[in-house]
């Protein structure tokens, strides 16, 4: 039989009494040196030999005796605590009866045999003691399962009155022996506690006290024993055993041991007050240990009540803000300990609120980016931990089922590295009120003495917008918070991360946050000038800006019009994001520039509207209302298409923008830039926006629109997309009777017939246009010279005969006309037509009908504008060529005369040369009418031109008639006021006097009304009698 079998057949007391005692012999006659297994065997053969006596005195008796045995060795007591257990299987209430009284060792004074050894003996004995009867419990509750339950409240008043009636003296060895002895005990409480949790033990909260004063007992400067470590342990070991702490209770020891612990020194100094390498070494694992008991402390604590986590949290506040490195540290160590045991907890309860969950989300942002690594580390584990708990809630309230912790593992695979990751990973979670707290809290944050705090708390804020920015409240006080922050003096990565949060903030709540940037006073200061800038950098939020305040600006009655065009000024003047600006170019330039117009008219020039920032060598510029806009409008373009810039570097659309008379013109201008330096697809975008505004009922916006509607036109891809309504429009608007929008119909006809078959459509128009050449204003005038001069560029021969008899009837009066830029235009249109003229070989008819064209020629000729002169050289040029006069096409080709007037001598020399008398009497009679001009210079130019001939004539053969009609003809003007035209008529006068008249045949010079000219004058002068002045 084996040896747990062979006692229970023997029913003999006596015999059993006689077995135990040589089983009690053997075992105390084994030596040290001798076989352990055999002394275990003998041990554990006493318990089951007297577990089957039947006789109490014997059970007890023998009880005694072997709790007197050596309990020196570990061994020793280790094998009585065996056979107790044993023996409690059948006599348990014997065996714990027997242990008590064996106990009264350690607390009767009277009858302890503790006593009798020599002092410094005693704590050890006592010690030894301890651990025999902690051990004897231990191993009963291991072998009595539920049942030991019944005694162990008696137990745990047996286990403080062994401390509080101690026998010995107190200190801090024996409270470490005791410590040691208990926590061999109550280890075996904590694997026992499903089936202890039945119970409750009235002893439990003594012996917590009991724990805690030992805690508090322990020095906070040094960490010389295992005490503290010990006690916590021992704490944790009755977690969910009956009654659990309250909650003032549980606070009160967290706070407590966080206190005791957290307050020690760092780890380096710890090492550094130590006497040896080995001792230093002993007291970082003691301190390793001690942090390890009191994360499982605040595991019981949270264990017992899991809703007590967030007063566990709030308790590690204080350390987690704390200016030392290492209590944060130790704190945030367990923060994460204690979030990550309620995310694992099998019994997860919904019930578990977060109410500061702003708070604590901030707070493991702050440290994620704390200056110390592991406390990044930590707090990184923390916050996954934190957002398990919260995913575990959420799908248990979506679902309405127990939390499965497999599927949750991969829920959030990577621990956040920043503050901007905690606030994705959080954001999902908060309620209005607590998203709206956490971000005002942020916002206060910002101005952090300690910069990694304040960079955190902009991270944060700006991830928690970007993820939920469309649910905050209370917008208006959180912009104006962070505009007071950006005024103080953040760090630059702190500055801009609150820029870059401020534009998430614009991009889900543009409606509230634009027309309060709008609403503070110009000019405005740097703050709002950079809060602007930013905002044309982010492409979230630019192309949205982009288009309220394009609506500001196109709907002029908000009263925000200045202020809007600033902030786009602002917007375009860094980086801009091309890709919207590029969408919104069309409807965006047409803001600008009727928003240019609108201020034009409005506003005084001296307003200080916007100051430029400039570096602080430079002057700060200032603008008002006009420079604003105007300056706006640069940026747009240079922005957008900065070729159109260069193309109107030297034209003069800038100034011509900023009048109110000729603000069209310059519209024109600028669009001219525009089609030279934009793709076809652009210029459709801009034309679609612009058909919209033709017909408008603000007449700023409606001559805009046609100006750049007709100025369109000069590119063929426009005009292709049109058909017969852009004819339709033009013939409504020359019709009109307003000035402006006549000029502009006409600047469009002018446009549309420079592209092919567009000739036969606006034919119809010459007739009007004629009439339009002899308009009051000057502008129309000129316009209606461009238009009939382009209508024949791809016309017919019949077109261009048309154009041509139309312009020569009133080129005298256009190329006389008082304004530069008529006499220019009618010039140029006259070159040009001439050049048709020439390539369609004209006959002697149309020949004949172009020598009235020479005179005016010969007048303009001697203009002082040069750009009339150069024009005019254009169109005389020309018209000798169609002529065929081969020799004058080379004087006036000849670039190495002096000046203009040589020119006309030259030219008229070689007139006067070809002896064609008719042709030289119609030349002077057409030039007599200009000596009627009320205009100075027409009447000089005509008395030049006139000497310039008659000059170079011998008067002596010209009849006496028509010498009279030249000097009566310049007669009137001897008294002009011009000094020059009273020499001119001198010398004509002079020349005139000095011939005898004496040549007996004499011709007509001009042709009488009702006579030929006299036969033969032709001949006379071939035959030489007619001569001529050198």
Excluded at 34 to 55: C, H, I, P, V
Excluded at 258 to 264: A, D, I, R, T, Y
Excluded at 554 to 583: N, T, V
Excluded at 815 to 823: F, G, P
Aim: charged content about 25%.
């Amino acid at each position: 039989m084996g040896g747990e079998a062979a006692p229970v057949a023997i029913d003999d007391d006596n015999w059993l009494q006689q077995l135990t005692r040589l089983l009690l012999k053997m075992i105390t006659s084994f030596s040290d040196d001798e076989d352990r297994d055999k002394k275990a065997f003998l041990y554990k053969f006493f318990g089951f030999s007297l577990q089957t006596s039947r006789n109490e005195e014997v059970i007890k008796m023998m009880l005694s005796s072997i709790l007197q045995t050596s309990q020196e060795e570990l061994q020793e007591r280790e094998g009585i605590a065996v056979a107790l257990s044993v023996v409690s299987r059948k006599h348990l209430k014997i065996v714990l009866e027997e242990v008590g009284l064996y106990s009264a060792v350690l607390t009767d004074k009277a009858s302890s045999l503790i006593l009798k050894f020599m002092k410094e003996h005693q704590q050890r004995k006592w010690a030894m003691v301890c651990s025999t009867i902690y051990l004897s419990y231990r191993k009963i509750i291991e072998e009595n399962n539920t049942i030991i339950f019944l005694y162990l409240d008696d137990i745990l008043a047996l286990v403080l009155q062994h401390y509080h009636n101690c026998v010995v003296e107190k200190d801090k060895n024996l409270q470490q022996d005791y410590l040691d002895a208990l926590t061999i005990l109550t280890n075996i409480l904590s694997s026992q506690q499903p089936l202890a949790c039945g119970f409750s033990f009235s002893q439990k909260p003594s012996l917590v006290k009991l724990m805690v004063d030992l805690i508090s007992e322990e020095p906070l400067d040094s960490i010389s024993s295992p005490i503290r470590q010990k006690a916590m342990n021992i704490i944790a070991d009755f977690r969910l055993l009956g009654p659990l702490l309250e909650a003032e209770q549980g606070a009160e020891l967290l706070q407590l041991c966080f206190n005791s612990v957290f307050c020690l020194p760092p780890p380096d100094m710890l090492q550094k007050d130590a006497s040896s390498p080995e001792e230093a070494q002993a007291n970082l694992d003691l301190f390793n240990g001690t942090m390890g008991s009191l994360q499982r402390l605040t595991e019981a604590v949270v264990a017992e009540m899991p809703t007590r986590m967030e007063d566990c949290l709030e308790l590690l506040d204080p350390w987690l803000n704390s200016q030392k490195d290492s209590e944060r540290e130790r704190a945030m160590q367990c923060a994460a300990h204690v979030l990550e045991f309620v995310a694992m907890m099998d019994n997860f309860t919904m019930q578990m609120e977060i109410t500061q969950l702003g708070h604590w989300v901030k707070l493991l942002a702050m440290c994620c980016q704390d200056p110390v690594d592991t406390i990044c580390s930590l707090s990184s584990q923390a916050a996954y931990s934190l957002n398990c708990i919260l995913s575990r809630k959420k799908q248990m309230e979506e679902q309405n089922l127990a939390f499965q912790q497999e599927e949750d593992k991969n829920k959030w695979d990577l621990s956040p590295r920043n503050a901007n990751d905690v606030g994705k990973a959080f954001a999902q979670f908060f309620t209005q009120p607590q998203l709206t707290s956490l971000v005002l809290t942020a916002v206060e944050e910002l101005s952090s003495s300690r910069t990694q705090l304040s960079l955190a708390s902009a991270q944060l804020m700006s991830a928690v917008i970007q993820e939920r920015g469309k649910d905050l409240g209370k917008v208006e006080e959180i912009v104006e918070g962070i505009l007071e922050q950006l005024k103080s003096k953040l760090e630059p990565s702190t500055k801009e991360e609150t820029l870059r949060a401020m534009c998430l903030l614009a991009g889900n709540h543009i409606h509230i946050m634009v027309p309060l940037l709008l609403n503070k006073p110009l000019p405005w200061d740097r703050t709002i000038l950079a809060l602007w800038k930013v905002f044309g950098t982010w492409r979230e939020t630019t192309f949205s800006i982009l288009q309220l305040l394009t609506g500001i600006l196109e709907q002029r009655h908000q009263g925000q019009e200045k202020e809007a065009a600033c902030a786009l000024y602002e917007m375009l003047s860094e980086s801009p994001c091309q890709d919207s600006i590029h969408e919104l170019f069309p409807r965006l330039l047409l803001a600008v520039l009727c928003h240019l117009h609108w201020v034009v008219d409005r506003y005084p020039s001296l307003e200080v509207v916007y100051t430029e920032n400039q570096s602080p060598e430079k002057e700060r510029k200032v603008f008002n209302p006009v420079g604003s806009a105007l300056e706006l409008l640069k940026l747009l373009l240079t922005a957008a298409f900065g070729g159109v810039m260069t193309s109107t570097e030297d034209q003069k659309c800038w100034e011509l923008l900023c009048n109110p008379v000729s603000y069209y013109l310059g519209a024109i201008e600028l669009t001219s830039g525009i089609v030279k330096n934009c793709e076809p697809a652009i210029l459709q975008q801009i034309l679609n926006h612009v058909k919209n505004l033709l017909c408008s009922l603000d007449n700023h916006q409606k001559i805009l629109a046609r100006s750049i509607y007709a100025e369109l036109l000069c590119h063929e891809s426009v005009t292709e997309t049109l058909g017969q309504d852009v004819v339709d429009n033009l013939s409504s608007w020359i019709m009109e009777p307003d000035l402006v929008i006549k000029e502009i119909g006409l600047r469009g006809i002018s446009n549309l017939a420079l592209h092919p078959g567009k000739s036969e459509t606006l034919k119809s128009l010459v007739p009007f246009l004629e009439e339009l050449l002899r308009n009051e204003e000057w502008r129309v005038r000129v316009q209606a010279v461009k238009a009939l001069q382009n209508i024949p560029h791809h016309g017919k021969r019949k077109d261009i005969k048309l154009v041509l008899g139309s312009i020569t009837k009133q080129l005298p009066a256009l190329v006389s006309d008082e304004k530069d830029e008529v006499r220019i235009s009618a010039t140029s249109a006259l070159g040009h037509i001439l050049t048709q003229v020439r390539q369609l070989k004209p006959g002697s008819a149309l020949r004949k009908q172009m020598n009235s064209l020479l005179v005016p020629l010969l007048l303009s000729l001697q203009d002082n504008n040069t750009d009339a002169v150069k024009a005019c050289r254009r169109a005389l040029t020309e018209w000798t060529k169609v002529m065929g006069w081969r020799r004058l096409t080379s004087i006036v080709e000849d670039t190495n005369f002096r000046d203009h007037f040589h020119m006309l001598e030259e030219t008229c020399k070689y007139l006067v040369s070809t002896r064609k008398t008719q042709f030289l009497g119609d030349l002077l009679l057409q030039s007599f009418e200009f000596l009627k001009s009320c205009q100075p210079f027409l009447r000089a130019a005509a008395v030049t031109l006139i000497a310039s001939v008659v000059l170079k004539i011998n008067l002596n053969y010209i009849h006496e008639e028509d010498v009279q009609l030249i000097q009566n003809s310049i007669e009137s003007l001897r008294n002009d006021p011009q000094d020059d035209i009273q020499d001119g008529v001198s010398a004509i006068a002079a020349h005139i006097n000095n011939s005898n008249h004496q040549a007996t045949r004499k011709k007509n010079l001009f042709k009488k009304k009702k006579k030929r000219w006299l036969p033969g004058l032709l001949r006379s002068i071939c035959q030489g009698r007619v001569k001529y002045c050198s």
